[in-house]
């Protein structure tokens, strides 16, 4: 079976720009949450994602935004880059939220350079 | 609110020898997971071990076991018999309450020298 799978794996953006970035779960996880790991930094916690609903949000300006399908994949969208936005972007995936405890899979993440 | 510190940016073992990483946390939910996480060099992040905060039994995968004192929050990991693919970056999270969220140290950098 596929593990967690984002695209794309590199970018480079210029400041101001926007972003899109994808993530696709684990066959039969309905959720999905969003890190930032920053170079040097353990990952931080952006979004989580559960049956289309927004479940948990970090502290991540209002630039941040997602969304989740209904085949439960999943956008990141990063508005108005700013040069602090470079990071890798690690998407995770688990069965669901509700259980006691859901281990969350991660994808090999997205590489975002920012310009 | 919760937080994971990692006091010790990197570590270096020699190939067959043991190794332990620090970690300590504090958090003022009762009901929590604590995890070792793995990140080799430019791979994905992969589970090591897992520990289940009412548990009073340390957790143990293989080579891979946990001195977890609740009390002193602390949450060591040791590494036995020590592999070259070991080397890696190794983070520390904490999960629990409402907060569906993972929450990570800094990481311990791992170096395995033959």
């Known amino acids: 079976d596929a593990g967690v799978t984002q695209s794309p794996t590199h970018l480079i953006k210029t400041r101001g720009q926007h972003v899109t970035l994808r993530c696709s779960p684990i066959?039969?996880?309905?959720?999905v949450s969003w890190y930032q790991q920053v170079l040097g930094q353990g990952p931080q916690f952006i979004f989580q994602?559960?049956?289309?609903?927004?479940?948990g949000r970090g502290n991540f300006p209002d630039r941040f935004s997602a969304r989740q399908f209904p085949n439960y994949s999943s956008e990141l969208n990063v508005n108005a880059l700013l040069l602090g936005d470079s990071a890798l972007y690690l998407c995770?995936?688990?069965?669901?939220?509700?259980?006691?405890?859901?281990?969350?899979?991660f994808g090999p993440g997205t590489r975002l350079t920012v310009l | 609110a919760q937080t994971v510190t990692q006091s010790q940016p990197e570590m270096s073992v020699q190939e067959a020898e043991t190794v332990t990483l620090s970690c300590t946390y504090d958090?003022?939910?009762?009901?929590?997971?604590l995890f070792w996480y793995k990140q080799p060099p430019s791979r994905q992040m992969i589970l090591v071990i897992r520990?289940?905060?009412?548990?009073?039994q340390n957790a143990t995968e293989n080579r891979f076991s946990v001195n977890f004192q609740k009390a002193a929050k602390s949450f060591i990991l040791k590494i036995s018999d020590s592999q070259l693919g070991d080397t890696a970056m190794y983070f520390c999270?904490?999960?629990?309450?409402?907060?569906?969220?993972?929450?990570f140290g800094t990481g311990t950098l791992l170096a395995v020298q033959p």
């Open positions: 958090t003022s939910e009762n009901n929590y997971y």
């Open positions: 995770a995936s688990s069965f669901d939220t509700y259980a006691r405890y859901n281990e969350q899979f």
């Open positions: 066959s039969g996880h309905k959720s």
């Open positions: 999270a904490w999960y629990g309450g409402a907060t569906n969220k993972l929450i």
């Open positions: 994602y559960y049956e289309k609903e927004e479940r």
């Open positions: 520990q289940e905060a009412y548990k009073q």
